[in-house]
Each structure stands twice: as C-alpha cells, then as structure tokens.
C-alpha cells in the first residue's frame, strides 16, 4: 500500500485534482434531484441509481478497452474499504435522518465535517505533511457551509438529547466518507474501475434495506428520467472520478474544494426556485471560495 503520488509529475497531479474536482460539480445536483424525486423512498432511490452507475460505469469502462471484469478481482481489505464506503455513507445518512426527524439542520452540518476530516486525516498519509494553510482553509469551508445550512433553517441550532443517535449516525456518516477518500489512496494500485463494483454491491445492499424497511413507489416518467440523470452523474460518474482523483491528486485540496459542494447545491435550488438567497449564501461563497483558494495554494503556486 505504497502512495504512488508521491513520485507523480506536478502537471499530472495537477490533472488528476482536477479531474477529483468533477465530482464536487456533479455533487451538488445530487439534492436538486433528490427534491424532485423526492416521491421515491430514499433508498429505493439509492438502489436504483447505483444500479444505473453500475451498468453506465462498466459499459464506459468496457467501451475505452479496459479489463473491467479483472478489476473486480479485488482482496477482501479493498472490497470492504470500497462498499464500507459507498453503502456504509450513504446508510449512516439516511439513518440520521430518521432517528433525529426534527434537527435536520444539525444532521446537515455534522455531515458536512467529512471535507475538514478529509484534510485532517491526509496528514497520516506517508509523505504528506498538513500545513497551517490546509486547516484554515478547511475551517473557513466548514464556517461556510454552516452559514448555508444554518439558512435553510430557523435561524439556529438546538441539540436535544432525543436526538443523540442521529447526531451519532451524522458524525459516524462523515467519518466513513472521510476515511474511505483517505484510504482509497492507500490502495493507488487498484484500477478505478472496480468502483463499477462497489457501485453494484451498494445497489444490492440498497435494495434489500428497501425491502426491509420502505414501500416501493413506481417512479413516473419524469422521476425515471431523474435516476437515470443521478445514475449517471452525481450518484454514477463522481464516484469514478474522485477514486482516481484522491488517489492521483492533491487529496487536502480535494478535502478544502468540496465545500464547494453545499455551495454549489444551494446556488442551484435557489435558480430553480427551491429556495430564496440572502446574505448568507454571499458571505458563505466567500469563505468556501476563500477557504480553498488557501488550502490549494501550494498547489496553484506549482
């Protein structure tokens, strides 16, 4: 488990960040097209996207003449780094939902630490060294991102004992992601296309929560239009594109710019009506934006 970017070229570095960077972008659709499909049971939905990021991400894999059958043939540590964290994300923030139904604020914001434990966690990382620059990058994103959560809500947090549990999912939620950017790095070796098979591992076990726990809802038209979109980009292509930029790529970077994500979500429910702007957003895009600026500055200086 040898961190390969540590000898790759700065340009590709450089490339490689800017490819991760693609996922943030195709993130930020993701609660867009939650709302609008939001008549699915969420992990229905979670199933039936990754589902289509399966079958999307092979035939694409298949189509530019790579071995996407051989890339499935992974050790177990590298399956379970990679469905831990496709599947174990998105359970975790489903959960914290439902055990705490009226904080979703505070829910939102804990889920939100995974960028900042993304920089944090970079610093165990053979080679790699987190520099002043990188935690107040990240903790200027963090600020940001609860001025645009903290706007969808009341106007404050409350932390109430009953919902304890769902705090405890929210923060175990950004754990998970956190640690599976982190780690994937670890494993620079495995090719990015055994993401197809974490991607159908998270469907199946999707599936079966759905079975457990929800009632099938049969998708209109429109909404079946809305999960092939999310199959294909923000629950299909960004998974695909952050392995190979976390492992080829500035990954404390990657960790401050995903803050851009939030942003990003908000600024496209507001031009779609689903939400009004105000101070907040502004302020907060110039602490996101700020926030990255600084902890990709060595980056950018090369």
């Known amino acids: 488990m040898t961190d390969h970017a540590l000898t790759r070229p700065p340009a590709e570095i450089r490339r490689a960040t800017a ?45 530019l003449g790579r071995d996407v059958v051989g890339a499935l043939r992974q050790p177990p540590a590298v399956w379970l780094l990679g469905v831990g964290g496709l599947f174990g994300y998105h359970f975790f ?27 944090l966690f970079s610093a165990l990382l053979p080679g790699e060294r987190l520099r002043r620059g990188h935690v107040l990058g990240a903790l ?16 404050g947090v409350s932390v109430e004992a009953a919902n304890l549990p769902g705090y405890l999912s929210a923060a175990t939620c950004a754990v998970t992601w956190a640690a599976y950017s982190v780690l994937s790095r670890r494993f620079g070796d495995v090719p990015t296309e055994a993401v197809g098979g974490f991607c159908l591992a998270t469907s ?17 038209g429109t909404e079946w239009l809305i999960v092939i979109l999310m199959g294909i980009g923000p629950v299909g292509a960004a998974f695909f594109v952050w ?57 950018l200086r090369r």
């Open 19 to 63: 490819v991760g960077g693609i996922a943030i972008v195709l993130w930020s659709t993701l609660a867009l097209f939650a709302t609008l499909a939001a008549a699915i049971p969420p992990f229905q939905l979670v199933a039936m996207s990754f589902g289509i990021a399966f079958v999307v991400g092979t035939a694409a894999g298949a189509a």
């Open 204 to 220: 199946i076990l999707s599936g079966l929560c759905h079975l457990l726990f929800e009632t099938t809802a049969v998708p209109t």
């Open 243 to 299: 392995d190979h930029g976390v492992k080829r790529g500035d990954i404390r970077a990657l960790g401050a710019l995903s803050y851009a994500t939030p942003l990003l979500s908000t600024f496209l429910l507001i031009l779609f009506g689903d939400r009004a702007g105000g101070w907040s957003v502004w302020v907060a895009c110039a602490l996101i934006i700020g926030g990255a600026v600084l902890a990709s500055r060595d980056v």
């Open 140 to 155: 200027a994103g963090l600020a940001g991102t609860a001025l645009i959560v903290l706007g969808r809500g009341t106007g």
């Open 93 to 119: 923030y489903f959960l914290a939902f439902q055990l705490a139904p009226g904080a979703a604020v505070e829910v939102n914001l804990l889920n939100y630490l995974w960028p900042l434990l993304i920089v």
